[in-house]
């Protein structure tokens, strides 16, 4: 990997989201989830005799699975942990867990839905802490979109996607890849589920070319992918469930949404998918999909993650 991606002055090199990198770093880390793509097999062993903790508050079958793949194909090992088979899930600390956990692996994955407790575990660990996902963000998720997108439609920096559906975790976790990336993110999300306003105003701040409109087809208009998720996501109440599918419908992505994007777009989704409710099953099993490319992308996203946050 290159010099660019430095170790942090103090502390470990926890990887939470995306805002805290800078564009030259979250560059090499693409670079280097390529080379790991490429050079797979190949039997490069840098985690060697390292130990990598998942912890799970949320089900995960990519996560999981892929973070599991990573540890092992870099020569590292993985304990696989759900929070009600910890002591943190009756009450244990965060800061004890955390001190815990120092004293025995090298690093920590946590998928939860509190960002907070995610925070908290990074602040007290003296390893590094990956995000798996919180109710805010998902960023591993997105890396390993970013690669997917510049393998199909070549460099990301000026080009167009759109995000139709809800205004999620990963749809927040696109905005801080457009501010860090350089491309054109267009969001259409029905009103009460607009992307999270304080990572929207992060990054206008950033002059990042992020927008938001309630009109499907005005936002993939030159889109060359289209970006959606599930209508009820891991850390929304299941009683939502109705008055989202009532919104969230006409944000359905249909061949004749994909028809007014660009020519030859892509379409994307994180997956767990729901055919018939966020895509239609014709876009999602059609030529435009490159879902798999995705969940397979993980993997090597990861990689790199790994490779920097613990070698
Ligand atoms: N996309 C994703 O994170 O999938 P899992 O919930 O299966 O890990
Ligand atoms: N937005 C979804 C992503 C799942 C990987 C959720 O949080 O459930």
Redesign the pocket.
């Known amino acids: 990997m290159s010099a660019v991606l430095e170790m942090p002055a103090t502390g470990p090199r926890h990887f939470l989201d995306i805002k805290d990198f800078s564009s030259a770093e979250l560059r090499d880390l693409i670079t280097e989830a390529a080379r790991l793509k490429r050079s797979r097999g190949a039997g490069k062993k840098p985690l060697a005799g390292k130990t990598l903790a998942m912890i799970f508050e949320?089900p995960s079958t990519?996560?999981r699975i892929s973070f599991e793949v990573a540890m092992r194909e870099l020569g590292g090992d993985v304990i696989v942990l759900s929070s009600r088979d910890m002591q943190l899930g009756r009450g244990e600390t965060v800061y004890d867990t955390a001190h815990v956990l120092s004293r025995y692996v090298h690093g920590i994955m946590l998928r939860t839905d509190s960002a907070a407790k995610l925070h908290d575990l990074a602040t007290h660990a003296s390893i590094p802490v990956i995000n798996g996902?919180t109710?805010l963000t998902?960023p591993c998720?997105v890396m390993a979109d970013v690669l997917t997108f510049e393998e199909h439609c070549g460099p990301i920096a000026g080009q167009i996607v759109a995000w139709v559906g809800?205004g999620?975790?990963?749809a927040a976790s696109w905005i801080e890849a457009a501010a860090k990336f350089g491309f054109t993110l267009r969001l259409a999300c029905p009103d009460g589920y607009k992307p999270n306003a304080k990572i929207l105003a992060w990054a206008k701040r950033e002059g990042a070319d992020v927008s938001v409109t309630t009109d499907p087809i005005a936002a993939v208009q030159d889109a060359k992918c289209v970006v959606t998720?599930?209508w009820l996501?891991?850390?929304d109440a299941e009683e939502e469930s109705m008055a989202r599918a009532l919104a969230l419908a006409p944000y359905q992505v249909t061949p004749a949404l994909m028809a007014q994007a660009a020519k030859g777009a892509i379409f994307m989704h994180?997956?767990?998918a729901h055919r018939g409710e966020e895509m239609t099953a014709d876009v999602i099993d059609g030529p435009a999909s490159v879902v798999f490319d995705e969940a397979e992308n993980r993997l090597h996203a990861q990689k790199a993650i790994l490779a920097w946050c613990l070698g």
Do not use: G, I, W, Y
């Open positions: 949320k990519r996560t996902l109710e998902h998720q809800d999620n975790n990963v998720d599930a996501s891991m850390a994180c997956l767990p």
